[in-house]
């Protein structure tokens, strides 16, 4: 099969459509051909050499697939050959072929086409496992996600929304925010004019926000906690505004506060079977239902796998990016 391989650590140029082995399945895992995968920080950072793959996992960059089942292990006995499916991976999404645990496989939604089904996997399993799972959001709840443009702000503002939440986003253009609005957002903030943490202050009558998912890391560490209200969860989930910063403790006694961090690539397979099955059962029926939507901004063929993550580095895309093999 052909696959995208990191021939060195560094820029875009790197990443060289490649013939490679196929990839051989275990009793408890499927083969999908790819119909599409989609772009995810993760792998610009694994192709400058940040972010090495768990081990076993596939060389190639990719943490989530759609396509059609080609063979499935003798242990299971969910899926079968013709299925159309998309996927959680640990790697190998950049490729013709990919081999999964049955368990991290999804079916396509229904009203979703198959291709646009490579854009839900990774987000939902993300968002869900992060502001639901484990911080709890619910229903009347305020939350504040930020990069509300990106692939992860814009599955989490539909998501949220469809569970009654008032939802407020940052971004840096006009355009993300007008963006953000149609999708729901009922708060739009743009950062590079507004200080966040006023304007939450006053669209919550001084209380702050329940629930915060954050991709920045240090740089907005305080100010997300001035932001938050009385037993309000701080989500980090990325590290764009560095990892190190010095933080005023008492406002996490002051207001009960919570702070977690998590990744979902390195978790191990039983942790993601179990992200999986919730996401399913409680994601599933929103997009069945046509109340979250894919959001794809573009797609480029797999050859042009260093052009798409150009586009990504530059930031000027809203949703998601797909590579087509």
């Known amino acids: 099969m ?24 275990k009793d408890d895992e ?27 996992a596939s060389p190639y960059p990719g943490l989530e697939c759609s396509g059609t089942v080609e063979a499935v292990g003798k242990n299971v006995s969910r899926w079968k050959m013709g299925d159309q499916v998309c996927a959680l991976l640990g790697g190998g999404g950049y490729a013709e072929k990919v081999a999964v645990p049955a368990a991290h496989v999804l079916p396509v939604p229904h009203a979703v086409s198959l291709k646009d089904a490579a854009a839900f996997p990774e987000v939902a399993c993300t968002v869900w496992s992060t502001v639901f799972m484990m911080s709890r959001l619910s229903k009347g709840e305020t939350f504040l996600v930020h990069g509300g443009s990106s692939g992860i702000g814009t599955f989490a503002i539909q998501i ?33 004019t507004e200080d966040f943490v006023a304007r939450v202050k006053e669209e919550t009558g001084g209380q702050g926000v329940n629930v915060i998912l954050d991709c920045m890391g240090a740089s907005y560490y305080s100010r997300n906690l001035e932001s938050l209200s009385l037993d309000g969860r701080l989500f980090i989930i990325g590290f764009m505004g560095g990892t190190s910063t010095e933080v005023n403790l008492a406002p996490l006694l002051a207001k009960r506060l919570t702070v977690q961090g998590a990744g979902l690539r390195n978790r191990s397979p039983e942790n993601k079977a179990v992200i999986v099955s919730e996401v399913e059962k409680n994601v599933w029926a929103a997009i069945e239902a046509g109340k979250v939507k894919p959001v794809v901004y573009k797609s480029f063929p797999l050859s042009e796998a260093a052009e798409a993550h150009r586009l990504m580095e530059s930031s000027k895309h809203i949703g998601k990016i797909l590579l087509l093999p």
């Open 30 to 56: 499927v083969l999908i051909r790819i119909a599409a995968t989609a772009l995810n920080r993760a792998d610009t950072l694994q192709r400058k050499g940040l972010y090495p793959p768990p081990k076993g």
């Open 2 to 25: 052909k696959a995208i391989v990191i021939t060195a650590a560094g820029g875009p140029e790197v990443l060289q459509l490649q013939e490679v082995e196929d990839p051989q399945i």
């Open 160 to 192: 949220a929304k469809y569970h009654g939440v008032r939802v407020f986003v940052t971004a840096g253009s006009e355009e993300k925010l007008a963006f953000c609005k149609d999708l729901g957002a009922d708060v739009c903030i743009n950062y590079k």
